[in-house]
C-alpha cells in the first residue's frame, strides 16, 4: 500500500493524517507573518505596525494569487497519482515549474516598480506612507523567492506528502525571527528590517528544501526533459487553477478595499485591523488547514474514481472543523483583548483590533462549512463554481456592506467587519446548493 494514497484505508484517519502536518505547517506560516508584527509592535511605532499591516496585506493578496493558481498543480497532479499515471504527475510539475517561474519574476516588476501606487491605492496613513512604500518594495523583490517557496508546498501536498512543506516553513519560521530580532529590535528598521527577514527567511528555506528533495523518493522519476512547457499539462493546469486564482485574488481585493476602508479612519484604526487580522490568521487555521487537505484527497479519489470516499472525507472534515470553530468563537469574541495584546502593547490599538476581532469569531462557526466545501469542489475540478462563489460574497456582499457600515455605522469596526460573515453566510447557501444538485446527479447514475 503507498502510504500516500487516500484512495485506501479509514477515511478519517487518513484525512487526519495528512492535515495535520498541513495544520502544523499554516500555524508555523502565521507565526511566520505574525512575528513581523509583534517585533514591530514591541520595538517600533504605530507607523511601523500600520506599514506592516498595509503592506503585508498586500503581498499577501499577491502571494495568495499565486498559492491558489498553484492549486490547479496540487489538483492535477493528484489526479495523475490516483489515476496511477506518475510519468504525467512529472509532466505537470514540470510545466508548473516553467509557468510560476514567469509569474513570480512579473510580479517582481509589479512591487518593486509600483510600491507608491499600491500605497497610495491603499490609502495608507501619511504617517506610515514611506515605510509602506518601503515595505512592498523589499518584499516584492523577493518575489521569486516567495513563489518557489510557495509552489514546493502545493507541489508536495499534490503528492500526498504534507510533512516536506512543513519542514520548509519550520525552517522559514526560526530564520525569520532571528531575522526581526536583528533587524528591528537590534538594528531599528522597523518595517523595512521585517520585510528584509521575510524575504532572507525564505530564501534560506528554499535552498535548504530543495537539498531536502533531491533526498527524497518520489513516486515517479524527474528529468531535466519533464522541466519543459508541455502544451496539454499547461492547459490542465490552467483550466482548473486558473479559477481558483482569479476568486482568490477578487476576494482578496475585497478585503483589500475593506483595508483602504479602514485606513482613512486613522492610524489606531489601521495598525488595530493589521492585529486582528494576524489574531485571525490563527483562529482560522484548523478550517483553512481542511480546506488544503481536502482538495488534495479528493482530487486523488476523484481521479481513481471513488466518488463515495470524497463524501465522506467532506462531511468528516466539516464535522472535526466544526468543533474546532465553536471553541475560537469563545476565545475571540470574548477573550479578543488578550489575543490582541500579544502582537500590541499599544491600550488603543488592542482595543480597535478587539472591535474588529469579534466579527471574525462570529466568521469562525461558518467556515467550517465554507472552507471544506470548497477544498471539496476545487479536488472535484468544480473550480468554476468556486470562483463564480467566490466572486459573490466579495462584491455582492462584503464590500457593498463595508461600505454601508463605513456610513452608518459610526467608525466601529465591528459593523464593518460584519461584512465578513455576511458574505461566508451567502457563499454557504450556494455550497449547498451546488451539494445537494450533485448529490441528485450521484443517485441518478
Same mark, same amino acid.
Given at each position: 500500500?503507498?502510504?500516500?494514497?487516500?484512495?485506501?484505508?479509514?477515511?478519517?484517519?487518513? @484525512?487526519?493524517?495528512?492535515?495535520?502536518?498541513?495544520? +502544523? !505547517?499554516?500555524?508555523? *506560516? &502565521?507565526?511566520?507573518? =505574525?512575528? #513581523? %508584527?509583534?517585533?514591530?509592535?514591541?520595538?517600533?511605532?504605530?507607523?511601523?505596525?500600520?506599514?506592516?499591516?498595509?503592506?503585508?496585506?498586500?503581498?499577501?493578496?499577491?502571494?495568495?494569487?499565486?498559492?491558489?493558481?498553484?492549486?490547479?498543480?496540487?489538483?492535477?497532479?493528484?489526479?495523475?497519482?490516483?489515476?496511477?499515471?506518475?510519468?504525467?504527475?512529472?509532466?505537470?510539475?514540470?510545466?508548473?515549474?516553467?509557468?510560476?517561474?514567469?509569474?513570480?519574476?512579473?510580479?517582481? @516588476?509589479?512591487?518593486?516598480?509600483?510600491?507608491?501606487? +499600491? !500605497?497610495?491605492?491603499? *490609502? &495608507?496613513?501619511?504617517? =506610515?506612507? #514611506? %515605510?509602506?512604500?518601503?515595505?512592498?518594495?523589499?518584499?516584492?523583490?523577493?518575489?521569486?523567492?516567495?513563489?518557489?517557496?510557495?509552489?514546493?508546498?502545493?507541489?508536495?501536498?499534490?503528492?500526498?506528502?504534507?510533512?516536506?512543506?512543513?519542514?520548509?516553513?519550520?525552517?522559514?519560521?526560526?530564520?525569520?525571527?532571528?531575522?526581526?530580532?536583528?533587524?528591528?529590535?537590534?538594528?531599528?528598521?522597523?518595517?523595512?528590517?521585517?520585510?528584509?527577514?521575510?524575504?532572507?527567511?525564505? @530564501?534560506?528555506?528554499?535552498?535548504?528544501?530543495?537539498?531536502?528533495?533531491?533526498?527524497?523518493?518520489?513516486?515517479?522519476?524527474?528529468?531535466?526533459?519533464?522541466?519543459?512547457?508541455?502544451?496539454?499539462?499547461?492547459?490542465?493546469?490552467?483550466?482548473?487553477?486558473?479559477?481558483?486564482?482569479?476568486?482568490?485574488?477578487?476576494?482578496?481585493?475585497?478585503?483589500?478595499?475593506?483595508?483602504?476602508?479602514?485606513?482613512?479612519?486613522?492610524?489606531?484604526?489601521?495598525?488595530?485591523?493589521?492585529?486582528?487580522?494576524?489574531?485571525?490568521?490563527?483562529?482560522?487555521?484548523?478550517?483553512?488547514?481542511?480546506?488544503?487537505?481536502?482538495?488534495?484527497?479528493?482530487?486523488?479519489?476523484?481521479?481513481?474514481?471513488?466518488?463515495?470516499?470524497?463524501?465522506?472525507?467532506?462531511?468528516?472534515?466539516?464535522?472535526?472543523?466544526?468543533?474546532?470553530?465553536?471553541?475560537?468563537?469563545?476565545?475571540?469574541?470574548?477573550?479578543?483583548?488578550?489575543?490582541?495584546?500579544?502582537?500590541?502593547?499599544?491600550?488603543?490599538?488592542?482595543?480597535?483590533?478587539?472591535?474588529?476581532?469579534?466579527?471574525?469569531?462570529?466568521?469562525?462557526?461558518?467556515?467550517?462549512?465554507?472552507?471544506?466545501?470548497?477544498?471539496?469542489?476545487?479536488?472535484?475540478?468544480?473550480?468554476?463554481?468556486?470562483?463564480?462563489?467566490?466572486?459573490?460574497?466579495?462584491?455582492?456582499?462584503?464590500?457593498?456592506?463595508?461600505?454601508?457600515?463605513?456610513?452608518?455605522?459610526?467608525?466601529?469596526?465591528?459593523?464593518?467587519?460584519?461584512?465578513?460573515?455576511?458574505?461566508?453566510?451567502?457563499?454557504?447557501?450556494?455550497?449547498?446548493?451546488?451539494?445537494?444538485?450533485?448529490?441528485?446527479?450521484?443517485?441518478?447514475?
Amino acid at each position: 500500500m503507498n502510504n500516500n494514497s487516500f484512495t485506501e484505508g479509514v477515511i478519517l484517519p487518513k @484525512l487526519l493524517k495528512f492535515m495535520l502536518p498541513v495544520l +502544523l !505547517a499554516m500555524f508555523l *506560516q &502565521a507565526m511566520y507573518g =505574525a512575528v #513581523d %508584527l509583534l517585533v514591530v509592535g514591541q520595538f517600533g511605532t504605530d507607523a511601523d505596525v500600520s506599514a506592516v499591516s498595509t503592506g503585508s496585506q498586500i503581498l499577501h493578496t499577491l502571494t495568495n494569487l499565486i498559492v491558489s493558481f498553484s492549486m490547479g498543480i496540487t489538483v492535477a497532479v493528484g489526479q495523475k497519482i490516483g489515476q496511477k499515471r506518475p510519468d504525467d504527475a512529472a509532466r505537470t510539475i514540470g510545466t508548473g515549474l516553467i509557468i510560476f517561474a514567469l509569474t513570480g519574476a512579473v510580479f517582481t @516588476l509589479i512591487s518593486v516598480t509600483g510600491a507608491g501606487g +499600491l !500605497a497610495a491605492i491603499m *490609502q &495608507a496613513p501619511e504617517e =506610515a506612507f #514611506d %515605510l509602506t512604500k518601503s515595505y512592498i518594495r523589499v518584499c516584492g523583490g523577493g518575489f521569486l523567492v516567495i513563489t518557489a517557496y510557495n509552489l514546493l508546498g502545493s507541489i508536495f501536498r499534490g503528492l500526498g506528502d504534507s510533512r516536506t512543506p512543513l519542514i520548509a516553513v519550520g525552517i522559514a519560521c526560526v530564520f525569520n525571527v532571528f531575522g526581526d530580532l536583528l533587524f528591528v529590535a537590534v538594528f531599528h528598521l522597523g518595517a523595512t528590517g521585517a520585510a528584509l527577514a521575510t524575504v532572507l527567511a525564505q @530564501l534560506v528555506s528554499v535552498v535548504i528544501s530543495f537539498f531536502i528533495i533531491r533526498k527524497t523518493k518520489l513516486p515517479f522519476e524527474f528529468h531535466r526533459f519533464d522541466l519543459k512547457l508541455e502544451r496539454n499539462c499547461a492547459k490542465n493546469i490552467l483550466r482548473i487553477g486558473t479559477p481558483i486564482a482569479l476568486q482568490d485574488f477578487l476576494v482578496g481585493i475585497s478585503f483589500l478595499v475593506i483595508l483602504a476602508i479602514v485606513n482613512k479612519i486613522g492610524v489606531t484604526a489601521s495598525a488595530g485591523v493589521g492585529v486582528a487580522n494576524k489574531v485571525c490568521a490563527f483562529i482560522m487555521l484548523v478550517p483553512a488547514a481542511f480546506m488544503q487537505s481536502m482538495a488534495a484527497f479528493v482530487a486523488q479519489n476523484h481521479g481513481a474514481g471513488y466518488t463515495d470516499r470524497t463524501v465522506k472525507a467532506l462531511k468528516s472534515g466539516i464535522a472535526v472543523s466544526l468543533a474546532f470553530g465553536v471553541v475560537m468563537f469563545f476565545t475571540a469574541f470574548f477573550h479578543g483583548d488578550l489575543l490582541s495584546g500579544l502582537f500590541s502593547n499599544k491600550p488603543d490599538t488592542v482595543a480597535a483590533a478587539w472591535d474588529y476581532l469579534k466579527a471574525y469569531a462570529i466568521d469562525c462557526m461558518f467556515t467550517c462549512f465554507l472552507f471544506c466545501f470548497i477544498g471539496f469542489y476545487n479536488g472535484m475540478e468544480k473550480t468554476k463554481f468556486v470562483m463564480i462563489q467566490g466572486i459573490v460574497g466579495a462584491f455582492l456582499v462584503r464590500i457593498p456592506i463595508a461600505f454601508i457600515m463605513q456610513h452608518f455605522g459610526g467608525g466601529s469596526l465591528f459593523r464593518i467587519g460584519l461584512a465578513t460573515p455576511c458574505s461566508t453566510v451567502v457563499q454557504i447557501i450556494m455550497c449547498f446548493a451546488v451539494y445537494a444538485h450533485f448529490v441528485r446527479q450521484e443517485k441518478n447514475v
